[in-house]
């Protein structure tokens, strides 16, 4: 995705995350020191315009993200943002992955208004960077607020919004690496009484036969023999005859 990934010179950590350090190339980021983000931001979930700048530097021991100007939200965008409350809505922010090149992709984030609102717009961005220094993703960290709390927060009266803004850089992590050998599976029987699905390309199951079936040819010759008695038929005349007399 992106080119000219070459050594490795600065490695850093937050103390406020639970992601892995990762180290960052900074002859391949786009200035020495950094460079700036030009965020854009949309309070009434249809449009975006301009929010302000984010200035991202790799210089420190702990690069940071620093927000030069603060925003204000004027009585139009009040009322706006006051109807993504009431709404459940979420108020959006985006900025390019690559700084100064209007052709790569937006990298968006979102948080409930009411988020917002309830921490009086105290907000805190962490923003995701690859080995070279670009954006790759974006979080609101803020505190979880309950729908009932949603609620008691949209009746209140927005007279200011003032943003107290907070920003992070976080390295990027590796995932699990996926097996590469396909897990055998395991097929499980049934509960009684439920019939199993079969697919379309299992074949069908043969029916295993009773045991009368199997074993038929001992079973009959025995219960015949048993319906006998077990003896042999006395001789003709019977075997307990008197004897003639001379």
């Known amino acids: ?21 990762v180290e960052l190339n900074i002859e391949s980021v786009r200035t020495k020191r950094g460079y700036t983000l030009d965020l854009e931001h949309s309070v009434d979930e249809n449009t975006f315009a301009a929010r302000g700048e984010v200035n991202i530097d790799f210089a420190p021991a702990k690069p940071t993200a620093t927000f030069p100007t603060k925003l204000v939200l004027n009585e139009q965008q009040r009322n ?3 109807k993504l409350v009431n709404h459940g809505g979420l108020y959006t922010i985006r900025a390019r992955s690559e700084p100064g090149n209007p052709n790569s992709p937006f990298v968006v984030a979102s948080v409930p208004a009411c988020f917002l609102m309830k921490a009086r717009f105290r907000e805190d961005l962490a923003f995701h960077v690859n080995e070279v ?12 607020v309950d729908i009932n ?36 599976s395991v097929k499980v ?7 199993p699905v079969r697919s379309e390309n299992e074949p069908e199951t043969e029916e295993q036969p009773s045991f009368f079936r199997k074993y038929w040819y001992i079973i009959v010759p025995l219960m015949l023999v048993l319906l006998q008695g077990g003896t042999e038929a006395p001789a003709q005349g019977g075997a307990g005859a008197a004897p003639a007399r001379r």
């Open 189 to 195: 029987a049934a509960p009684p009484g439920v019939t």
């Open 1 to 21: 995705m992106y080119e000219d990934i070459v050594g490795k010179s600065l490695s850093f950590v937050s103390s406020r995350n639970d992601f892995e350090e």
């Open 80 to 82: 706006a943002f006051h």
């Open 133 to 144: 220094g670009y954006l790759i993703s974006m979080e609101f960290r803020a505190p979880y």
């Open 149 to 184: 709390t949603c609620k008691d927060v949209a009746k209140r009266v927005l007279k200011e919004a003032n943003f107290y803004s907070t920003g992070n850089i976080f390295g990027a992590a590796d995932g699990p690496e996926v097996p590469r050998t396909a897990m055998a």
